[in-house]
């Protein structure tokens, strides 16, 4: 059960990324974007195939992120500049990387990582951590590469938060969040709307690129396919996230997301453990996300029960 929790912990601090990536599009620029499906698998080959050849997987971080921004521009050019619908240039972007994805990758759908040391390979031998991790405590009792990934991967969701957090609160960040705001009113102010939405976008997918990284350095392969379905994950777990823990500000928003995706994994994990099938995992989460979405308007219908209530009664009285 331990090591059940631990890989939940570590795959959601991951997905937390990727999240932190679907937050920034639904919430900050209110534009539905479905490319982040093709984005991860993106990020996630390119890392694959640089570390197959020798690159240090550090760089494959980098080099992910930049394929992550590319995809989030060429979206925003679709959108921006040809005028295409932001739901339609999202999936017209996604069905153009599947075939681009399955290239890169050296024109196969899947590729191991088995025997290429990965980062959390590499950071689980350094010294320090392996000393950390060879604490009596963890003993037979937790796995150590999950441990690693945990230690290794919330730092990297900490500098995230971070970056984020001081990005949209710049100037220039300010002008992101009003264009998913209120466009009209940021274009009377001079805002380069379009601009703002392309660089939203570059930011949005260079996150779920290093998210996508992580993953497959996590899981030790890529897969074509490993991306269907992360628009709802990310979505549920954001939801999750808010719903639970907030979202009075912008660093409570992202910390609340990052908690959403490790509780979503959680739980997961052990519905998977209670013997629910894996082919029921969408329906699952379908489901998770519609009620997610209702809990404030339920939450905001039973206030308003509760005060015509209150009310009658002091009217009685």
Not at 123 to 136: C, D, H, P, S, V
């Given at each position: 059960?331990?090591?059940?929790?631990?890989?939940?912990?570590?795959l959601?601090?991951?997905?937390?990324?990727?999240?932190?990536?679907?937050?920034?599009?639904?919430r900050?620029?209110?534009?539905?974007?479905?490319?982040?499906?093709?984005?991860?698998?993106?990020?996630?080959?390119?890392?694959?195939?640089?570390?197959?050849?020798?690159?240090?997987?550090?760089?494959?971080?980098?080099?992910?992120?930049?394929?992550?921004?590319?995809?989030?521009?060429?979206?925003?050019?679709?959108?921006?500049?040809?005028?295409?619908?932001?739901?339609?240039?999202?999936?017209?972007?996604?069905?153009?990387?599947?075939?681009?994805?399955?290239?890169?990758?050296?024109?196969?759908?899947?590729?191991?990582?088995?025997?290429?040391?990965?980062?959390i390979?590499?950071?689980?031998?350094?010294?320090?951590?392996?000393?950390?991790?060879?604490?009596?405590?963890?003993?037979n009792?937790?796995?150590?590469?999950?441990?690693?990934?945990?230690?290794?991967?919330?730092?990297?969701?900490?500098?995230?938060?971070a970056?984020?957090?001081?990005?949209?609160?710049?100037?220039?960040?300010?002008?992101?969040?009003?264009?998913?705001?209120?466009?009209?009113?940021?274009?009377?102010?001079?805002?380069?709307?379009?601009?703002?939405?392309?660089?939203?976008?570059?930011?949005?997918?260079?996150?779920?690129?290093?998210?996508?990284?992580?993953?497959?350095?996590?899981?030790?392969?890529?897969?074509?396919?490993?991306?269907?379905?992360?628009?709802?994950?990310?979505?549920a777990?954001?939801?999750?996230?808010?719903?639970?823990?907030?979202?009075?500000?912008?660093?409570?928003?992202l910390?609340?997301?990052?908690?959403?995706?490790?509780?979503?994994?959680?739980?997961?994990?052990?519905?998977?453990?209670a013997?629910?099938r894996?082919?029921?995992?969408?329906?699952?989460?379908?489901?998770?996300?519609?009620?997610?979405?209702?809990?404030?308007?339920?939450?905001?219908?039973?206030?308003l029960?509760?005060?015509?209530?209150?009310?009658?009664?002091?009217?009685?009285?």
């Open positions: 059960m331990t090591d059940i929790i631990t890989g939940a912990v570590a959601g601090l991951v997905w937390a990324i990727v999240t932190i990536g679907v937050w920034i599009t639904y900050i620029l209110d534009f539905p974007d479905l490319t982040i499906e093709g984005t991860i698998v993106a990020g996630a080959a390119t890392s694959a195939i640089l570390m197959t050849h020798g690159v240090s997987p550090l760089l494959c971080l980098l080099a992910s992120f930049g394929v992550g921004a590319l995809c989030g521009l060429i979206t925003g050019i679709l959108h921006t500049q040809l005028k295409i619908p932001a739901l339609l240039a999202g999936i017209l972007t996604g069905i153009g990387l599947y075939s681009i994805n399955i290239r890169i990758m050296g024109n196969t759908s899947n590729l191991s990582l088995l025997g290429t040391r990965t980062l390979d590499r950071f689980a031998n350094l010294r320090g951590i392996k000393a950390i991790l060879g604490l009596g405590i963890f003993e009792v937790v796995n150590k590469q999950n441990l690693a990934a945990i230690i290794l991967v919330g730092v990297v969701v900490v500098m995230v938060i970056l984020c957090t001081w990005f949209l609160r710049t100037s220039y960040g300010c002008s992101v969040r009003a264009t998913g705001s209120n466009p009209d009113m940021a274009r009377a102010q001079g805002i380069n709307i379009d601009a703002a939405k392309i660089v939203g976008l570059m930011l949005s997918n260079a996150l779920v690129g290093l998210g996508g990284s992580l993953l497959t350095q996590y899981q030790s392969y890529s897969d074509v396919q490993m991306g269907i379905g992360s628009i709802v994950i990310g979505l777990s954001l939801i999750i996230g808010e719903v639970l823990f907030g979202k009075s500000s912008t660093l409570r928003s910390i609340a997301v990052a908690f959403g995706a490790i509780l979503y994994r959680a739980i997961i994990a052990l519905v998977i453990q013997g629910m894996a082919t029921d995992l969408r329906l699952f989460t379908a489901i998770t996300v519609a009620i997610a979405l209702f809990s404030p308007t339920a939450i905001q219908q039973v206030k029960l509760r005060g015509r209530v209150k009310r009658r009664g002091d009217a009685g009285l």
